[in-house]
T-cell receptor
Framework: KQEVTQIPAALSVPEGENLVLNCSFT??????LQWFRQDPGKGLTSLLL?????REQTSGRLNASLDKSSGRSTLYIAASQPGDSATYLC???????????FGAGTQVVVTP | GAVVSQHPSWVICKSGTSVKIECRSL??????MFWYRQFPKQSLMLMAT?????????EQGVEKDKFLINHASLTLSTLTVTSAHPEDSSFYIC??????????????FGPGTRLTVT
């Protein structure tokens, strides 16, 4: 059974610093991995989707890498801003039917 | 971008009653929708996969007679929590995959429904 772990559980950084969020998964046979953002009491916003054949994806200040063989993905957020404060979830799709296994998330606080 | 809505966004009900939650894809058709549950400070757990015109597929440990799912059209799936109890209080989120995408990679999540059972 696929298990997804996110470290750290919480992170607080001053504005302007780069953020590094880690995600690990136990079964390397994945279709894709996706990073989401969740604001308190709200739904999910998709940030980046990485297919199993890709090693990284970039969107603006966000960059996500994938090392399938070691079961790891890292989300980098450059030059953090207070608006980046949220919980970031990593989700792994291990079957062809779109079922995601989610990590517990990393709660990020960016202080002005 | 594609939008998924949920209604209601927040509901309080008394123990023993039933409550229905709707998930709609507003500008696309979705053959498949997914229902997740999120307890406080925990991550999302997949409850069931809802397929238009057929029975839902439930994950292990999810009571299908308690959580009734109906996917009556390509834009609407409903989750009914029957005989709700306080332990059913949770944040319920749905996601939908556009028929046009040809795969499940593209999924859009609803804003969630917070259920409180008193």
């Amino acid at each position: 059974k696929q298990e997804v772990t996110q470290i750290p559980a919480a992170l607080s950084v001053p504005e302007g610093e780069n953020l590094v969020l880690n995600c690990s998964f136990t079964d390397s046979a994945i279709y894709n991995l996706q990073w989401f953002r969740q604001d308190p009491g709200k739904g999910l916003t998709s940030l980046l989707l990485i297919q199993s054949s890709q090693r990284e994806q970039t969107s603006g200040r966000l960059n996500a890498s994938l090392d399938k063989s070691s079961g790891r993905s890292t989300l980098y957020i450059a030059a953090s801003q207070p608006g980046d404060s949220a919980t970031y979830l990593c989700a792994v799709n291990s079957d062809s039917w779109g079922k995601f296994q989610f990590g517990a998330g990393t709660q990020v606080v960016v202080t002005p | 971008g594609a939008v998924v809505s949920q209604h209601p966004s927040w509901v309080i009900c008394k123990s023993g009653t039933s409550v229905k939650i709707e998930c709609r894809s507003l500008d696309f058709q979705a053959t498949t929708m997914f229902w997740y549950r999120q307890f406080p400070k925990q991550s999302l757990m997949l409850m069931a996969t809802s397929n238009e015109g057929s029975k839902a597929t439930y994950e292990q440990g999810v009571e299908k007679d308690k959580f009734l799912i109906n996917h009556a059209s390509l834009t609407l799936s409903t989750l009914t929590v029957t005989s709700a109890h306080p332990e059913d209080s949770s944040f319920y989120i749905c996601s939908a995959s556009p028929v046009s995408s040809g795969s499940f990679d593209e999924q859009y999540f609803g804003p969630g429904t917070r259920l409180t059972v008193t």
